[in-house]
């Protein structure tokens, strides 16, 4: 394949790719008469890298009707939508993004009064939580060891936490991943890491397949339990098995010695550690629990939502790498403003801050709790800007470059500088629909026109395409 016309580093550039790999770059290459491509003067970039999302959850978010803000504000909006979506399909309903601003903090007797006969969940937005009605209490077939809350006996329809177990019971099948990886490579992306925490061998290996039969298109690094300790590498190159995932919650810590116990075995195992962190007290639990154990190049701070800069040296002591989501403030930033203390709104976030203490820093969207759409982060990273336009953390703001440069990153060294782009290197590249001046400008308007895995086509945006193009 040749790539004519590419911004490269300010100037315009013919690309050949061949087997999987960058060939050759420079002005004016022969047409060797393979696929062409002209792109038009668009910026040539590295694949982008998603460092931190649920595949599967997004799969099934996009099947799940929308149960909280933006979409839903109030308790009469989401009674209209359950009410009309029973009437109209059929089978489990499945709800999303509820936020108690919506309706309180509703339970199966809420859900009855709407739905009194078709079985239903609705998730919380922060995920850990799902709300059954009574339909679908009785098909989970609760019993004396469950995990679903109770009040003076009866079941609340609430089930905290309790995901592994829902699984069991109500099967795993996962849903299909070729609409959202499509959607990922539309964006430019070429590799992505799944930080669900119950990971285990058999999803390493439902990746693996989704890949064979490219249902999923992208590079993929899974993260997990410790049932994934020693799980085989060699099956994929491109489906890897990457840290132990620990999901720490503020309200139930683990205890601090088994906790340290975990991270040694994570370690022996060769395997980094990865601690979803998203209170200021669950961070000083892990710095706590990591400067106990020792770290290792790669382990990782998931989310850093709340950091206080007295503790930016620990992190940099400790090596460690944060990954974090700056579209959260453009997607959820209106509700931080009202819901989160003046006096912590500074410690949100922040990304500046890392750079500055020279922390290692990438980013990534949390889908299906973020926005997948690393372009709309990256502008949230500039501009530090709410959906409604208000400012969120001002100081924390990174040049376009900056913000780029967190969604290039090596999937393996998130944080990281990206190699540039060089002859001999794997096609994983994308084309932007404008050259970078004018994309540095309004990141979130920016489309990807081309996006190559290993040289191999994964988006092609047809719209625009031009009439010197041909094909394979
Ligand atoms: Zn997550």
Redesign the pocket.
Known sequence: MLIRNAELNGLRVSVRIADGKVAAIGQGLPDAGGPLFDAQGGALLPGLHDH???LHALAARRNSVRCGPPDVSNADTLSLRLVELDRHSAGWLRGVDYHESVAGDIDRDWLDERLPRRPARIQHRGGRLWVFNSAALAQLDPGPTDPLERKNGRLTGRLYDGDAWLRERMGATRPSLADVSRELAGYGITGVTD?TPQNGPGDLQAFASAQANNELLQDLRVMGGDALHGADASASQRVQPAARKFHLLESALPDFEACCRAVRRAHAANRNVAF?CVTRTELVFVLGVLRGTGTRLGDRI?HASVTPLVLLPRFHELGLAVVTQPGLVHSRGDRYLTDVDAEDRGDLYRLRAFLDAGIRLAGSS?AP?GEPNPWVAMQAAVDRRTREGRELGGAEALAPDEALALYTSPLSRPGTAAPGIRSGMPADLCVLDRGWARARASLADVRVRLTLRAGECIHRATRTSAPTERMA
């Open positions: 931190h999302l649920h930080t979803h998931e949390d709790f």
